[in-house]
């Protein structure tokens, strides 16, 4: 059974900084992608960072380039999230994905809130 598991979500200020984290049991033999999204209420779910086990390239959504930064552990498919200078708009539930050719497995999101 493959776990997704995120942490490190809570309440910031504005101009704050947490750090996720995404703990994955899931293989590493093949291919895979680890991704970040966040939904927020009433919002549909939205893809904030991702980063391919090919060779590492991680890719982000213009509305986090330069304020969040997507890291990997040194061992498993296991990832990070640093976020900084966070605004109001990023206050959501933030879900880690993991998915290789043939499955993904979703954790079940930490809530990030950042509010005066």
């Known amino acids: 059974q493959v776990q997704v598991v995120e942490s490190g979500g809570g309440l910031v200020q504005p101009g704050g900084s947490l750090r996720l984290s995404c703990i994955s049991s899931?293989?590493?033999?093949?291919?895979?992608?680890m991704s970040w999204y966040r939904q927020a209420p009433g919002k549909e779910r939205e893809l904030v960072a991702s980063m391919r086990s090919l060779d590492w390239r991680t890719t982000y959504a213009d509305s986090v380039k330069g304020r969040f930064t997507m890291s990997r552990a040194n061992a498993g498919a296991s990832v990070y999230l640093q976020m900084n200078e966070l605004k109001l708009e990023d206050t959501a539930i933030y879900y880690c994905?993991?998915?290789?050719?043939?499955?993904?497995?979703w954790g079940q999101g930490t809530q990030v809130t950042v509010s005066s």
């Open positions: 994905l993991y998915s290789d050719y043939a499955s993904h497995y």
């Open positions: 899931a293989p590493t033999f093949v291919s895979y992608y």
